[in-house]
Structure formats: C-alpha cells, structure tokens
C-alpha cells in the first residue's frame, strides 16, 4: 500500500518532465556558403636605361617584369613596338632617333613584342596574387652600333613600350 499512495505523485513527476521536454527542443536549419575566384593579374615594370651612348661601342640593359595572377591562370605577356615596328624600335629626340629593341633573352635573338610582326610574347602561368608568389620576367635591351645610329645628334632620346598582360 505504501507504493500506490505515492504513485499519483511520481506519475506528475514524468508528466511534468516530459512536458518541459517538448518545449526545449531545438529547431535547424542549414545554409550555403559560397566563394568565387575571379581570374586577376597585376604587373610591374621599370625603365630600361641604356646610359650615355656615343655610337662606338653597342649598349645593352635589362629590368625585370613582375606578374602576379590568380594561381594556376594562364596569361601572355605583350610588349608593344613603341615609337618604331619590332623590326627596329626607336628612340626619339624630335624627329632624331636611334635604334634599339627588346628581346627575351641576353642572346638578343627573339624579339619581345605582341606574337606579330617577327615578334613573341611570353607566356606564364599565376602562382597566387601575395607579393611572394609573383612571376619574374626579364627585358633584355640592346641599341646595337650601326652607322644609322652613330650618326644621331646629341639629346635625350625615349620611347614608351606599353605591358599587355592577357588571361
């Protein structure tokens, strides 16, 4: 009899616990989360300078191209003719000029240009955009001695070259 009197009791007990229970338990859901890579190159480039030339002797120069890109992008590095063709670029003090071109490497055999004309453009493939990851490329330069050139007049002579980097 002990056991029935306590009974009622002890059924309220579950009922109340199963009650709070119900209350307590959680909704969900789920949601996406989503990114894209877009393809991005970046470059650099400094000036080529050849120096004091006095027509006797051929001057040669090189500066380093940087590109950075998406990793794994494919891309084509473009140099433009500037002032001349890539048969012969040109320097220009007004109307005076001396004769010069780019090439992609010291051996001065393939010249740095668009893929026209005689001309290459270069290839690479991005490592990453960080600063480490970027992409070393050199000019090599060369105003040759000729007679054309030896007999340009004193000045400053340039030329502006144009960097095309396609992905």
Same mark, same amino acid.
Request: proline share 4%.
């Given at each position: 009899?002990?056991?029935?009197?306590?009974?009622?009791?002890?059924?309220?007990?579950?009922l109340?616990?199963? *009650?709070?229970?119900?209350?307590?338990?959680?909704a969900?859901?789920?949601?996406?989360?989503?990114?894209?890579?877009?393809?991005?190159?970046?470059?650099?480039?400094?000036?080529?300078?050849?120096?004091?030339?006095?027509?006797?002797?051929?001057?040669?120069?090189?500066?380093?191209?940087k590109?950075?890109?998406?990793?794994?992008l494919?891309?084509?590095?473009?140099?433009?003719?500037? *002032? *001349?063709?890539?048969?012969?670029?040109?320097?220009?003090?007004?109307?005076?000029?001396?004769?010069?071109?780019? &090439?992609?490497?010291?051996?001065?055999?393939?010249?740095?240009?668009?893929?026209?004309?005689?001309?290459?453009?270069?290839?690479?493939?991005?490592?990453?955009?960080?600063?480490?990851?970027?992409?070393?490329h050199?000019? &090599?330069?060369?105003?040759?001695?000729?007679?054309?050139?030896?007999?340009?007049?004193?000045?400053?002579?340039?030329?502006?070259?144009?960097?095309?980097?396609?992905?």
């Amino acid at each position: 009899m002990h056991f029935t009197r306590h009974a009622p009791f002890a059924g309220a007990i579950v009922l109340a616990l199963c *009650g709070s229970a119900q209350a307590a338990s959680p909704a969900s859901t789920t949601f996406g989360v989503s990114a894209s890579v877009a393809a991005n190159c970046l470059v650099t480039a400094n000036n080529i300078a050849f120096g004091s030339y006095d027509g006797t002797a051929a001057k040669s120069a090189s500066q380093d191209l940087k590109v950075r890109c998406t990793n794994n992008l494919p891309y084509t590095v473009k140099l433009s003719s500037g *002032g *001349g063709s890539f048969a012969q670029r040109l320097l220009s003090n007004g109307t005076d000029t001396l004769q010069y071109n780019l &090439f992609t490497q010291a051996g001065f055999t393939t010249v740095w240009g668009d893929g026209t004309g005689g001309s290459v453009s270069v290839p690479g493939v991005g490592a990453g955009m960080s600063a480490t990851k970027e992409q070393t490329h050199t000019i &090599f330069g060369s105003l040759p001695n000729s007679a054309a050139n030896q007999d340009a007049p004193v000045g400053s002579y340039t030329d502006t070259i144009t960097v095309t980097v396609e992905y």
